[in-house]
């Protein structure tokens, strides 16, 4: 008996940003806010951004879920900040393809501690726990976009 | 009861996945299908497939046999006092949902209350708080003790004379709890309500004695006691089925139909619009033959004693929370320390073991445990000490696991 296998999802990376999440908690000020929950399982994401000059200046997030769903939100609030709104959502689609264990090419974005969701791949009923906080950012930046 | 050799009867458990072999701790989620009840349908399939109740050909008598027998079945197996009272259904949601917009929303009006407990899954949630807001009547909860159980008393205060309707599952799909359905059916008619059971997580472990408990409807679905998806239950007292109007209309429920009017075939067609889950029902009454051969009592005491022995094998897990009563049905739901349900769940799926992790289709009893999600081990006639044994083993491995990744 071994959890060889389960090395590949849960990596040392993912582990840490689940114990220690970066941006855990909420901004001050003007912000946009998403709300996302998936219903199925009940994991839960409430994201703050800050949009300024088309560039995502400050992200805050609060939740509860499994530790892929909480990680990957961790991660993604570091990944988009200093980022414009265009890359943030390419970087979605690069991670979104990447979770589903499609060919991605990174064209030279900065991808970080995000690769370490590769391995989220395997385990396919787990890809909905990963992209939350991704699909949460994403609806944040098109209703922006609508409003402005 | 030799579970060695009833495993052997369900090809589904006969697997390795992810290289162990199949350890199945799901069946409150559905259980597996048996050799008898593939073949059933294999054989309606490949032998007789017709339509029912029409047309006088050979293949039309047999299935309408079949499937007017397997009616029967459950009759006898349920005590029903004629088969007039059992309908086909999709399952058990589809027959709640049929109570409440074919009698409920019929019969209250503005002050009526309807009665129900934290403890019920959405689909005996749902469809009153629907039928609250389409008809005024006010939705109200019994309260919980704080191991799960409703006390009598709590359901004597909680059910007035403006109740009409208390809804109330027999066993409880996350905390195990068995209701005194018999008692409450006993207050509800005191105060002149009826009761509405979800029958779904008790039906395939128990005997059931429709007549015996006296409830007025009793809801069950067929997937989760070795029957095909697709096909339930809903029972009902005769004079209350009559007095319920049909939800869905067209070919086959009908009488005669004029051009601006028409009127219903007698009970219990009235209420199967379309055509009727034929193979579905057929499989259902071989599977309730397969489990009767076996014995309901022999499955009730088997799954008693594997319940014991794995409620004492998991409290010696350290950092286990193990929710509900110690008197309970056939399933644990529990949570490890520091780890998320999920993780629990993907971790003993790497084993080969298959569980349930998350909200259970309860949210409200969720947050009255306030935990966003738990994992849950169901047991059923095939499962052993063996099984447990594994899970225990594996649940140690992943506290270890999580321990030392972080």
Partial sequence: ?148 | MDVKELKQMFPVLNQEVNGHPLVYLDSAATSQKPIPVLEKLDEYYRGYNSNVHRGVHTLGTRATDEYEGAREKVRRFINARSTKEVVFTRGTTTSINMIAYGYARHQLKEGDEIVITPMEHHSNIIPWQQAAKATGAELKYIPLQSDGTITLEDVEQTITDNTKIVAMTHVSNVLGTINPIKQVAEIAHKKGAIIVVDGAQSTPHMKIDVQDLDCDFFTFSGHKMCGPTGVGVLYGKEKLLEEMEPVEFGGEMIDFVEMYDSTWKELPWKFEGGTPIIAGAIGLGTAIDFLEDIGMDEIEKHEKELTRYAMEKLKTIDGIQIYGPEKRGGLVTFNLDDVHAHDVSTALDAEGIAIRAGHHCAQPLMRWLKVPSTARASFYLYNSEEDIDTLVSALQKTKEFFGDVF
């Avoid at chain 1, 000059?53 to 993604?76: L, N």
């Avoid at chain 1, 009923?125 to 930046?141: Q, Y």
Wanted: charged share 30%.
């Fill in chain 1, 1 to 148: 008996m071994s959890f060889d296998n389960l090395e590949t999802l849960y990596r040392q990376v993912i582990m840490d940003h689940y114990k220690n999440p970066r941006n855990r908690g909420t901004l001050d000020g003007d912000s946009l806010t998403v709300d996302m929950n998936n219903p199925t399982c009940g994991d839960q994401i409430h994201l703050q951004l800050k949009i300024e000059d088309g560039k995502v200046a400050d992200a805050k997030f609060e939740g509860e879920g499994c530790s892929i769903s909480m990680s990957s939100a961790s991660m993604m609030t570091q990944a988009i900040k200093g980022k414009t709104v265009e890359e943030a959502l390419e970087l979605s689609k690069i991670f979104s393809d990447m979770v589903q264990g499609k060919e991605v090419e990174a064209d030279g974005m900065e991808m970080g501690d995000i690769m370490a969701l590769q391995g989220v791949s395997k385990f396919p009923a787990r890809i909905k726990c990963a992209t939350l906080a991704w699909k949460a950012m994403e609806k944040g930046v098109s209703e922006n976009e609508k409003e402005e």
